[in-house]
């Protein structure tokens, strides 16, 4: 199967949607004046903060994919775009859960909703990628075992995390919200897991 034709349709899903995040922010409407207009955009502050970091996990999960089908796949096969779709069924409804989260995030059944879409997008990724390695159908690409243990944390520690954050709804929205966004900065933000390493001294090689 034609892997540049996945990747082009993975890519095209992740522009629409992203998309889609800023599209759901409406301009606050009957403002008289000034003072209306004010508390009109502050009324829309938890919705940027949910667009915000919803772009960022986004941007969190096409580094991962675009690393998946770059660096370690060479081909891809039926299973694999299965799997792959499942993988972006999920990814579509992040504007969904976006903004449920940005209108009623006070409430714990909106912000677990929102954790809940991260996690299953997060456990199929690990799919995907445990798929890719042990299947004898995809061939893949030759990577040192430091770039395949960096791979493994990177992935999981987002469903870990997230998980953490689910547990932590009834207990701390915010506190939720932080654990949600937390794996972000090692999968975004190059060179953290190897100041980590040199942080907590342990090697990954």
Request: charged share 15%; net charge neutral.
């Amino acid at each position: 199967m034609n892997k540049t034709r996945l990747e082009f349709l993975s890519d095209g899903v992740f522009a629409i949607v992203l998309t889609l995040l800023a599209i759901e922010i409406r301009v606050p409407e009957h403002a008289q004046n000034y003072t209306d207009l004010i508390h009109g955009l502050k009324e829309l502050a938890p919705v940027f903060l949910a667009y915000f970091m919803s772009f960022a996990i986004l941007t969190m999960f096409w580094l991962s994919h675009h690393g998946l089908y770059q660096y370690f796949t060479k081909t891809i096969n039926r299973q694999m775009v299965i799997l792959n779709m499942a993988y972006l069924s999920c990814i579509a409804l992040v504007p969904f859960s976006t903004h449920l989260l940005g209108a009623y995030g006070m409430y714990p059944i909106a912000t677990a909703l929102y954790g809940f879409n991260i996690l299953l997008i997060s456990l199929i990724a690990v799919g995907v990628f445990y798929y890719a390695i042990r299947s004898q159908e995809v061939d893949l690409h030759e990577f040192s075992a430091r770039a395949f243990k960096q791979a493994k944390i990177r992935l999981w520690l987002t469903p870990a995390f997230t998980t953490v954050g689910l547990l932590c709804v009834f207990v701390s929205l915010p506190l939720a919200l932080f654990f949600f966004a937390f794996p972000v900065i090692f999968n975004v933000i190059p060179g953290t897991l190897d100041a980590s390493e040199k942080l907590l001294r342990f090697k990954l090689d």
